[in-house]
């Protein structure tokens, strides 16, 4: 089988041949580190058209058709007059925590790709807290989201920081809950292991009912928390202008626009990992021979398949659903979304005692 | 009774949202018959208006040069913002009477808010809505118009 870990394991052995340890090491470090930047730019750019054709299709409207063929390089043009823009700090604010911000919430986006599996052997970072570290990580992002809107010295920027704190801060909870379900279910918090679980099938299928709530929870609870439609109070353009990114011009606005997209793409990957068996291809019980016709689609094919099409539904969920209120926000989660999931914990746990999964 | 409110509740909600998600997924599927979208400079021969498109007043005129105007004055009355302003004069009649008939209806479109309540006012069906949108002028003066044909005159047995 065609596996993307020879080819890591090759440079690993050729670049500790050739160096000193430390040097090996640090030169794995740079090669990581551009390697995360290029992925972060190609979705970038991949992300936003497919936002905006999604949100084109479905609306009635064409979408960008003018730039390149079918319009595919508006987001390059995009691109390039935001580099153009100058970034301005406006007078009052606070000028170190202003400039700061947008690059707190972009390294939260990239730290939480380590423990991500992207194919069969492919992984920054095999820690063995892998799930844990990612509910961590991601609640930093809330930081970030503070500090601009502090910093900024502007009522809406202000407001919208407090709302998104609130709605990330709740939103956890629940988003944790349905993680801890899977976490029961394969008894580590490994992503590897998790997803060697997954090899007789994904869990969604084999943990039926309870996981498919927690699933629901789970897409719930992480299109809150990365900030979109319907629950995109924290920059709500008809009631705050931008929300915690008013103030931001040029290059530091987009940092903001790209995080967001990154954080999309993350947490789908985190879901597609854990419902929806990561790289593992899709395998039927006993069927041997339809098993290994899957097999020979790529593993790396399988994940960017099912995060893409976890982002296609968190995308369609924006463009169906109206905004909710801030009551309504926080009524969904600490009244409906916490006590389900709550409930939904006590019956994994039992599911798992008793070995009524598949 | 407080739990099966609270069942109830999430169906409904669940089922709702799913069935908005079914209207924006066929939208998504059928993107390529659904499109509303007119690709304006580009499809200006075949370009399709709404019915209910207000583009500016015009009064038709028949093959003899005749309208249906009789110079009464009630879509001066009607309009809101002195859009319209009808100039009259007194013409003699075959009896040997003077009759009052329309001399110049003066329309300045660059006041216009196509609010139709003209079009509504007059008595005679004498103007009506166009849908012609392409008003753009290097002068201003050129958007004030004069909807009655030199030597035009109103039809015979409008009252």
Known sequence: ?358 | MFLKEYIKDVWGAISSLLKGMKLTGYYFMHHNKEAITEQYPDNRKTLKMADRFRGEVVMPHDENNEHACTGCTACELACPNGTIKIITKMEPTPEGKKKKAIDTFVYRLELCTMCNLCVEACPTGAIKMDQTFEHSVFDRRLLTKKLNKPDSKVREGVE
């Open chain 1, 1 to 358: 089988m065609f596996s993307l870990s020879h080819i890591t394991d090759l440079v690993n052995a050729w670049l500790y041949q050739q160096f000193p340890p430390t040097l090996a090491l640090l030169l794995q470090f740079v090669i990581v580190g551009i390697l995360v930047i290029t992925l972060f730019s190609i979705l970038g750019l991949v992300l936003i058209m497919m936002e905006r054709r999604v949100a084109a299709w479905m609306q009635l409207r064409l979408g960008p058709n003018r730039v390149g063929p079918r319009g595919m390089f508006q987001t390059v043009a995009d691109t390039v007059k935001l580099i153009m823009k100058e970034g301005m700090t406006p007078n009052g604010a606070d000028k170190l925590m202003f400039n700061l911000a947008p690059y707190i919430v972009m390294m939260v986006s990239m730290v939480i790709m380590a423990p991500l599996m992207f194919a069969d052997g492919f992984q920054i970072w095999d820690i063995n807290i892998g799930v844990f570290f990612i509910t961590a990580i991601s609640s930093v992002s809330v930081i970030g989201i503070l500090m601009a809107g502090w910093a900024s010295n502007n009522k809406y920027s202000l407001l919208g920081a407090m709302r998104s704190g609130a709605q990330i801060v709740s939103y956890e909870l629940s988003a944790g809950l349905s993680i801890i379900t899977i976490v029961i279910l394969t008894g580590s918090l490994q992503v590897s292991e998790i997803i060697a679980a997954q090899q007789t099938g994904w869990w969604i299928f084999k943990g039926h009912i309870p996981v498919l709530i927690s699933f629901v929870i789970f897409i719930i609870a992480v299109t809150a928390e990365t900030n979109r439609a319907p629950f995109d109070l924290a920059e709500a353009e008809s009631e705050l202008t931008a929300g915690f990114h008013t103030e931001y011009s040029g290059m530091k606005f987009a940092l903001f626009f790209l995080a967001e997209y990154v954080n999309i793409f993350v947490v789908c990957a985190i879901g597609a990992t854990l419902f929806l068996g990561g790289w593992m291809p899709f395998h039927i019980g006993s069927w041997e021979s339809f098993n290994h016709i899957m097999d020979y689609i790529p593993s790396s094919v399988w994940f960017f398949g099912k995060t893409f099409f976890l982002i296609f539904v968190i995308m369609w969920f924006r463009w169906t659903f109206p905004r909710l209120r801030i009551d309504q926000l926080l009524n969904l989660e600490w009244k409906y979304l916490l006590p389900i999931s709550m409930f939904n914990l006590i019956l994994v746990t039992l599911m798992a005692i008793m070995g009524w999964h598949f």
